[in-house]
């Protein structure tokens, strides 16, 4: 009897301090407890099934004996309910409902009496959860030297991954088992890989997995402010993921001082791959708007001269010669232009008259400003002053004739990875462009990161980021940031960030291409952090016949790309392609000119990580629907339902599809455009040819618009 009292005894004390957390509906359950020797430990299951088996947290500071690893004593633990719906300024949907269940533990460790709260958020969708240290005496400032969260997976799941590269989310995806991430880590550097010390385990977020019984489960963050971003190193004979932040260039992770928290980490699981990219937890997990005054918050679809430039068709600089540093020269009038510059005010005026023409509302230009041949032979040197044309760019008549064509201009800022000299002329660039008519900008942080070689994704940076969008806030200008840091929700708090580039976007197409299925990726990893700036539209996929010398190929179909203005969301989006290329095809493009950018509702039709999804969306304030659908390597049937049309109403719907015998490679402009009546009873099988998709728009049908158009059988 003694021995089992004791039993009882040590059983119940081992047990005093876990704690449950459940979804609203029930169908997730996260334990938290203490293990052995006081380490925070936690559990995640969903319908039952395991997600996450044990896995521990913690932090370990630097020049700091006592990690906060272990050691705890739970002192208080609070529960709570959050239910509220709250209009997005711009999205995929007019309102997100906001609900779920917390957990809070205030831990207490023995020997230092240091606080550390750990907040759980259990969503409908998934759990989010993260560190909180309040102000004491023990914990005011602190370095981290490595964030130990952990994420032990239920088995070799299958995965898609890019590598833990701290400088660049530039890659195609891998599709592989846990188990097979090292040997493939090699070839899906391709010699790429900024931190070569980085873990042959180590993959970035958003990350996608999918079980054996078809549980499809997404680690990201949400709300990453001033800390470093996220990375996952993958214990691959346990089949365990640990947090690898970012480093500095010196090697620290992070500079804290309480009261702080860290970025949530996110787990979101589902038996319906469809449930992933309409997951709404990152943005719920991020703070509501600071701007209180959103109405000069626009979205915009735009058109430029970029893809002429990364071509090679023109160029940025506006001289072949020695850089002008060098020379000595500060008068660009006293150099010779190389007569192929893109950004010329007789070359701009061209797409401002397309934009006018065909309903756009606005132009972005880049390469006007000073210097581009001389960052492009310093490198690591030059940096911009973001004020100063070309001779050949007329700021002020460029600014008269865009606004007699009602077209709004849009700057673009290349820091040339020195934040500290944008940062210094920021006010002065922002002012610029409010005295020239430009309400938005598209920031570039290619290169190095001067002074010291930050990395990309570290703490200073995020910091960094952070401050160009509120700067950019104060002067009611929007901002679509390339080359930055992967979004994490933050354009909830920070509105006026309306794009990013932050992956593999395609211009790649034009450096050699990507993978067919790679946008069919992107709404499961990327997107769920914010809009992409993808700049899609490219209607010419022989790129020998845009820039000679270019050997490039477009490695998907033409309607595609127009699905991709439906299933890759945002409110900024770019028709890229050249608008002679428009013209050869001006039936397809028609579909661009009418497809929205902003949205009231969504709903996701198929979805299958790397191999197809189809979306439809409600057009903001109308009564028109758009879908898109894109698909991967294999040709494929699409068969949708329109229920999600309203009940009893006739809408004429104008499908865009690939022909028989399409192929991305071999014939990839090969289209039909056909029209038929459907109703919330119709229902849809499409062929989709290898790297292919279609688009379709949907308006109420009159007898004006349907007029000898057949109901869809």
Known sequence: MKRIFLYVFLLALSVAHAQKLQSPD???????????????????????????KPSTLGLELKNDKK?????????????????????????????????YNELAVTLKQEGTDRIMVLRFRLFDEGLGFRYEFPTQKNLTYFIIKEEHTQFAMTGDHTAWWIPGDYDTQEYDFTKSKLSEIRGLMKGAISGNLSQTSFSPTGVQTSLQMKSADGLYINIFEA???????????????????????TPDAIGDKGYLQSPC?????????????????ASKITLNLNEPS???????????KYVGVWWEMITGKSTWAYTDEVPAVQLGITDYTKVKPNGRHGASTANVKKYIDFAAQHGFDGVLVEGWNIGWEDWFGHWKDYVFDFVTPYPDFDVKEIHRYAASKGVKMIMHHETSGSVRNYERHIDAAYQFMKDNGYDAVKSGYVGDM????????????????AYAVQKAAEYKIMVNAHEAVRPTGLCRTWPNM?????ARGTEYQSFGGSKPNHTTLLPFMRLLGGPMDYTPGIFEMDLSKVAPGNTSHVNTTLTNQLALYVTIPGPLQMAADLPENYNRFLDAFQFIKDVAVDWDKSVYLEAEPGEYLTAARLAKGKDAWFVGSVGGYDPRTSNISFSFLPKGKTYLATIYADAPGAHYKTNPQAYVIRKVLVTDKSKLSQWVAPGGGYAISLVPATKENSKGVKKLN
Do not use: C
């Open 26 to 52: 029930g169908r997730f359950t996260m334990d938290f407890s203490l293990a052995s020797g006081g380490t925070p430990t936690y559990t995640l299951t969903f319908k039952g099934k395991t997600v996450i």
């Open 67 to 99: 990690s906060l690893r272990d050691g705890f004593s739970v002192v208080d633990t609070k529960t709570a309910t959050f239910d509220e719906t709250w209009k997005p300024v711009w999205g995929e949907t007019n309102s997100i409902r906001n609900h």
């Open 223 to 245: 709300a990453t402010v001033d800390y470093p971003t996220m990375h996952l190193n993958l214990d691959d004979k346990n089949m365990v993921f640990e947090s690898w932040l």
């Open 261 to 277: 928290t860290s970025p949530w980490r996110t787990v979101i699981v589902s038996d319906d791959a469809r449930d992933i990219p």
């Open 290 to 300: 600071k701007i209180d005054d959103t109405s000069w918050i626009k979205p915009v």
């Open 450 to 465: 001067l002074p010291r070689g930050e990395n990309h994704y570290n703490q200073y940076m995020n910091n960094h980021y």
């Open 498 to 502: 309306i794009g990013n580039e932050a």
